[in-house]
């Protein structure tokens, strides 16, 4: 076993975070390995915002000014208090690009994978993460309060720092009940 497949074997996502959140020159190693994702026809169709210090109450201020006029003050609250659960957030952003041979499908996964490729670069640092998304996600009202662009949508958010505490391990299904081969 390598050290990386024993790495990635042994991911998870933790809820509980604090200070400190990754340094600039973490953070830079850690962009350059998402942007190292595969890329059909070299678009690039990805961005991040990184939010911490006062811009995770602004944060969760767009968050709850999306909510609908029929929302409780507690869902608000919720998610006022969202973006709090980390002292930094990473907000990944799918920026379609137009091409002739590579959909808006294929660039969201290259944006998704990206993600996952940049989670696993700061977990590799030493430091935790959650990739959340919800429906929050998905409110117009939020893209336009992030300043997205009409091609643009969020992947997720990649809540991070220092793990305050792990969680336990998580079951992971036996690979026969998920890969098959094809013919039968």
């Not at 042994?10 to 942007?35: T, W």
């Not at 890329?39 to 939010?51: E, N, S, T």
């Not at 659960?85 to 990473?90: D, L």
């Amino acid at each position: 076993m390598t050290a990386v497949i024993d790495f990635m074997l042994n991911r998870r996502s933790e809820p509980k975070l604090e200070s400190p959140a990754p340094q600039p020159d973490i953070l830079e190693q850690a962009f350059q390995c998402a942007a190292n994702t595969p890329d059909h026809a070299l678009l690039r169709p990805w961005r991040y915002l990184v939010v911490e210090g006062e811009g995770l109450k602004a944060l969760g201020e767009l968050f709850a000014s999306t909510c609908g006029e029929d929302s409780t003050e507690k869902e608000r609250e919720k998610l006022r208090r969202a973006p709090l659960r980390a002292p930094m957030v990473i907000v990944g952003i799918a920026a379609y690009r137009a091409h002739p041979k590579v959909p808006d499908s294929e660039q969201a996964m290259s944006a998704a994978v990206g993600m996952g490729q940049l989670s696993l670069a700061l977990q590799a640092a030493g430091y935790g993460v959650m990739w959340r998304t919800g429906g929050i996600a998905y409110r117009q009202a939020l893209l336009d309060g992030l300043g997205l662009a009409a091609n643009e949508r969020i992947i997720g958010f990649l809540y991070t720092g220092t793990v305050a505490s792990e969680k336990p391990p998580v079951p992971r299904p036996a690979t026969s009940d998920f890969v098959s081969r094809w013919p039968e």
